[in-house]
Nanobody, 119 residues
Framework: QVQLVESGGGLVQAGGSLRLSCAAS????????MGWFRQAPGKEREYVAA????????NYADSVKGRFTISRDNAKNTVYLRMNDLKPEDTAVYYC????????????WGQGTQVTVSP
């Protein structure tokens, strides 16, 4: 089993920055692909970014490309999402996720952290 705990959410003005953290435990998560998703009120959860266990490969949704950066510190079993130039449309609950290597579905989820961007 993998336990994921997000932190770092909050209220920020448009144009501001936040860094989300996801602390993982329960397994050797350094070997697992990790990702961030978000869900805005009344909308389905959407993919934001992912990082391979090797840390060499990252991927982003078009809506955040160039503004968000995903990274990981395997020694700390932690994944980060640095969010710059935040926009009101980035307002959502942000979820950390992990999946088994080679799997197509994300099996492990955190409880989420709220990010609110005011105009």
């Amino acid at each position: 089993q993998v336990q994921l705990v997000e932190s770092g959410g909050g209220l920020v003005q448009a144009g501001g920055s936040l860094r989300l953290s996801c602390a993982a435990s329960g397994r050797i998560v350094s070997s697992l692909p990790m990702g961030w998703f978000r869900q805005a009120p009344g909308k389905e959860r959407e993919y934001v970014a992912a990082i391979a266990y090797t840390q060499l490969t990252t991927n982003y949704a078009d809506s955040v490309k160039g503004r968000f950066t995903i990274s990981r510190d395997n020694a700390k079993n932690t994944v980060y999402l640095r969010m710059n130039d935040l926009k009101p449309e980035d307002t959502a609950v942000y979820y950390c996720a992990a999946k088994n290597r080679g799997a197509s579905t994300w099996s492990y989820w955190g409880q989420g952290t709220q990010v609110t961007v005011s105009p």
